[in-house]
């Protein structure tokens, strides 16, 4: 058995509170803006390559395949068509 402060103390990163989604998902929290609305954009402002991704990042925790709109970023920068790379059915 074990408790949300059982999960905080082993991941004190990841499961703020007891929450698996790293913070309560409240609106400002949301779509964009979270983690926070300068880090919405799965980069990092003034840093050039430092793309982020993981359950925190948009479009939130629990959410299956969040790494892809991340690929979809780096792919977007880089002038590469994600789309036409990934026209296929993945195996």
């Given at each position: 058995?074990?408790?949300?402060?059982?999960?905080e103390r082993d991941s004190p990163a990841?499961?703020?509170?007891?929450?698996?989604?790293?913070?309560?998902?409240?609106?400002?929290?949301?779509?964009?803006?979270?983690?926070?609305?300068?880090?919405?954009?799965?980069?990092?402002?003034?840093?050039?390559?430092?793309?982020?991704?993981?359950?925190?990042?948009?479009?939130?925790?629990?959410?299956?395949?969040?790494?892809?709109?991340?690929?979809?970023?780096?792919?977007?920068?880089?002038?590469?068509?994600?789309?036409?790379?990934?026209?296929?059915?993945?195996?």
């Amino acid at each position: 058995m074990r408790s949300p402060l059982d999960h905080e103390r082993d991941s004190p990163a990841s499961f703020v509170k007891g929450d698996i989604h790293g913070c309560a998902p409240f609106m400002y929290q949301s779509v964009g803006h979270r983690p926070t609305p300068d880090l919405g954009s799965f980069t990092v402002p003034n840093v050039e390559a430092l793309y982020l991704v993981g359950p925190f990042m948009h479009p939130g925790g629990g959410v299956f395949g969040a790494g892809r709109a991340t690929a979809i970023q780096m792919m977007d920068d880089m002038d590469i068509d994600y789309d036409k790379v990934f026209a296929g059915d993945v195996k």
